[in-house]
C-alpha cells in the first residue's frame, strides 16, 4: 500500500524553525517528484514547495522564499521541509504529495497523486 506520512508538526513561536518529514512507505520516492502543500483555515490549499526526483530543481512559493528549504534523502525514502523565521501567517495543515510528472524540474503549484494525511504547523506567541 502507498502511503506518505507527515511529521514534525507543532507549536512554535514567531520567529522560531520546525523540520517536517515526509516518508513514504510501500514505494520508493526516488522516481518521484516531492511537494508540499499547506491549507489554514478558511483558506485555499497553498502550494509552498516541491523538489523534482533528479534534484536539480527545488522551487518555493514567494511568501516561503529564503526561510524555507526542501530536501531529499533517498536512502531515508524521506523528503523534509525545513522552515525558518516562522510567522503567523504559517499557521496551516501542511501537507506532501508525490507524483510522477517533471522529473527534472517541478512547480510548487502542480498536484499529484499521492497525498499525506497532514501535520499541524502552529506559530504563535
Known amino acids: 500500500q502507498l502511503q506518505l506520512v507527515e511529521s514534525g508538526g507543532g507549536l512554535v513561536q514567531p520567529g522560531g524553525s520546525l523540520r517536517l518529514s515526509c516518508a513514504a512507505s510501500g514505494f520508493s520516492l526516488d522516481y518521484y517528484t516531492i511537494g508540499w502543500f499547506r491549507q489554514a483555515p478558511g483558506k485555499e490549499r497553498e502550494g509552498v514547495s516541491c523538489?523534482?526526483?533528479?534534484?536539480?530543481?527545488?522551487s518555493y512559493a514567494d511568501s516561503v522564499k529564503g526561510r524555507f528549504t526542501i530536501s531529499r534523502d533517498n536512502a531515508k525514502n524521506t523528503v523534509y521541509l525545513q522552515m525558518n523565521s516562522l510567522k503567523p501567517e504559517d499557521t496551516a495543515v501542511y501537507y506532501c504529495t508525490a507524483g510522477l510528472l517533471g522529473y527534472y524540474s517541478c512547480s510548487p503549484t502542480t498536484e499529484y497523486d499521492y497525498w499525506g494525511q497532514g501535520t499541524q504547523v502552529t506559530v504563535s506567541s
Open positions: 523538489i523534482s526526483a533528479s534534484e536539480h530543481s527545488a
